[in-house]
C-alpha cells in the first residue's frame, strides 16, 4: 500500500509560471505539494530531516506506518516534478539564529539554513506545514537530570537509528527500569519502542498517568493491549503524577517521587480533573525517564515574525482559508490546528493547496 499522494507525471498540468515553497514534509506539507504539483505549479518541499516523511518516517514506528509506503508516495511525488529541500532548516532570520531552537539530536542533519523572508520573497505562495514538535514541559524539580527525556526527542533519535541515519553506538541510552510519564499516542511508542526493539536492556517500564485508562487519550483497549502483550515489563501506574524526580552523585536520575490522585467531577460530558492526594507520595527506582505530556504546534519563529501572527497556544494564526496574517502564507497540519493524527493533517494540506490554488489564480489575496 502507498502513502495516497495522487500525482503522477502524466496528469501533471502544463506550468503555470508560479511558484509555491512548502515548509515541513510530514503528511500535510506531502500532501499540498501532490495537489498543488498536479495542478502545473512548481513546488519546492523544504525540511530540516534528511528525508521527507515528517512524523511518520521520524516520530511512529514501523508497525504503525510502513516506511515503504511512505517512500513509495514520496518517489512518485518526485517523479511528478516535485523538488525536495532535504536537510534545509527554514527559520525567520528577523529575530533568530540558524542554531535557535535545533534540538540537540538533529544538529548534525542540518545542512542548510534559509530566510523564511526570502522564500517569500522568491516564491508566490509559501505554506507552512512544520507540525507540533515542542514538548510539553512537567515543570518539576528534577526534570534537567540526565536520562530524563522529551519521549519525542528519543523516538526521534531512535528513528535516525533505524533509518540508517545514525550509528546505534551513538544512540541515546535508554536501558534497565524506564518511567513513561503520559497517556497518548506518544506515550503509547514511549512504552511500546523500547520493549520492542531494545528488548533485554529493558527491564521494567512504567506508565504513570494522572487519570486512570478510562479517560487516557490513548484509549482504555491500548492501555488493556499494552498490559496483556507486555505483562512480564509493563507496569501501569494510573492516577499518578510525578513530584521530583532524584539523582544519583553522578546528576543521573535514580528515582522518581510519584502522588495519587483522586478524580473528581467537574461538568457533565468532561473529563475529571486529577487532584493530588496530600500524603499519598511514593518513590520508585528508575534509570530513565520520556516525558510524553503532549506537544505544541512549532512554527518555525515567534510570535511576529514576518508579519505572521502566532495563538497563545502556539498554532499559526489563520482564518478558514488557511490564510496566515501576512500575504501569500498559508498554513496547513498539526502547525495549524494542534496535534492530531496523520489523517487530518494530511486533509488539512489538501484544503491549504485549494485556497493557494485559488489565490494564485486570481491573483488576489482576498479572493
Ligand atoms: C510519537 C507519535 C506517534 C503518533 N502515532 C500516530 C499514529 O499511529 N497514527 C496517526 O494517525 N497519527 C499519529 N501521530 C500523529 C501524526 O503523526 C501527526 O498528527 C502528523 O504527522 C502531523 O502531520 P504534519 O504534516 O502536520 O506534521 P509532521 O508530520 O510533524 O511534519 C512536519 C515536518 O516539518 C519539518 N519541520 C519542522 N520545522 C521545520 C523548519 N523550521 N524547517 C524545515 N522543516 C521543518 C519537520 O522536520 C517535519 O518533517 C503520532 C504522533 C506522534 C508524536
Redesign the pocket.
Same mark, same amino acid.
Given at each position: 500500500m502507498k502513502f495516497l499522494i495522487g500525482c503522477k507525471p502524466e496528469t501533471v498540468k502544463p506550468d503555470t509560471g508560479k511558484k509555491v515553497a512548502i515548509? !515541513? =514534509?510530514?503528511?500535510?506539507?506531502l500532501a499540498a505539494a501532490g495537489w498543488l504539483r498536479c495542478r502545473g505549479h512548481e513546488v519546492h518541499v523544504?525540511?530540516?530531516?534528511p528525508e521527507?516523511?515528517?512524523?511518520?518516517i521520524?516520530?511512529?514506528p514501523e508497525y504503525?506506518?510502513p516506511k515503504k509506503s511512505v517512500r513509495e508516495g514520496v518517489r512518485e511525488l518526485m517523479e511528478a516534478g516535485v523538488v525536495f529541500h532535504k536537510s534545509?532548516?527554514?527559520?525567520c532570520c528577523e529575530n533568530n539564529t540558524p542554531e535557535n531552537g535545533v534540538r540537540e539530536v538533529m544538529k548534525k542533519w542540518i545542512k542548510e539554513t534559509v530566510c523564511l523572508e526570502d522564500l517569500i520573497e522568491k516564491y508566490d505562495a509559501v505554506l507552512i506545514?512544520? !507540525? =507540533?514538535?515542542k514538548s510539553r514541559k512537567l515543570n518539576i524539580p528534577g526534570e534537567d537530570l540526565e536520562g530524563v527525556y522529551p519521549?519525542?526527542e528519543w523516538?526521534l533519535d531512535f528513528s535516525l537509528v533505524y533509518n540508517g541515519y545514525k550509528d546505534p553506538d551513538d544512540m541515546m541510552p535508554l536501558h534497565g527500569k524506564i518511567l513513561v510519564i503520559g497517556g497518548g499516542?506518544?506515550a503509547v511508542?514511549a512504552v511500546e519502542v523500547p520493549l520492542r526493539f531494545i528488548g533485554e536492556k529493558i527491564d521494567k517500564v512504567y506508565l504513570s498517568y494522572r487519570r486512570n485508562r478510562k479517560y487516557a487519550p490513548m484509549g482504555e483497549r491500548e492501555w488493556n493491549r499494552l498490559e496483556k502483550e507486555y505483562s512480564d515489563k509493563f507496569v501501569g501506574l494510573e492516577q499518578t503524577i510525578p513530584v521530583k524526580f532524584i539523582s544519583d552523585d553522578r546528576g543521573h536520575v535514580r528515582k522518581a517521587v510519584l502522588q495519587k490522585t483522586k478524580l473528581v467531577e467537574v461538568e457533565k460530558g468532561k473529563r475529571p480533573k486529577p487532584v493530588p492526594i496530600p500524603g499519598s507520595e511514593f518513590e520508585v527506582e528508575i534509570d530513565y525517564v520520556l516525558v510524553a505530556i503532549g506537544?505544541k504546534p512549532?512554527p518555525?519563529f515567534e510570535d511576529g515574525c514576518a508579519g505572521i501572527a502566532v495563538e497563545s497556544w502556539g498554532a499559526v494564526k489563520t482564518d478558514e482559508k488557511h490564510r496566515t496574517t501576512r500575504e501569500k502564507v498559508f498554513a496547513?497540519?498539526?502547525?495549524k490546528h494542534g496535534?492530531?493524527?496523520?489523517?487530518?493533517?494530511y486533509k488539512?494540506?489538501m484544503d491549504a493547496a485549494k485556497y493557494i490554488h485559488m489565490y494564485l489564480t486570481s491573483g488576489r489575496w482576498d479572493f
Open positions: 515548509i !515541513g =514534509a510530514g503528511p500535510a506539507g523544504y525540511d530540516q530531516f521527507p516523511g515528517g512524523l511518520m521520524f516520530g511512529i504503525h506506518i534545509t532548516r527554514v527559520i506545514a512544520t !507540525g =507540533a514538535w519521549a519525542l523516538l499516542l506518544t511508542d506537544e512549532s518555525p496547513a497540519g498539526d502547525v496535534p492530531s493524527l496523520i489523517g487530518p493533517a488539512s494540506g
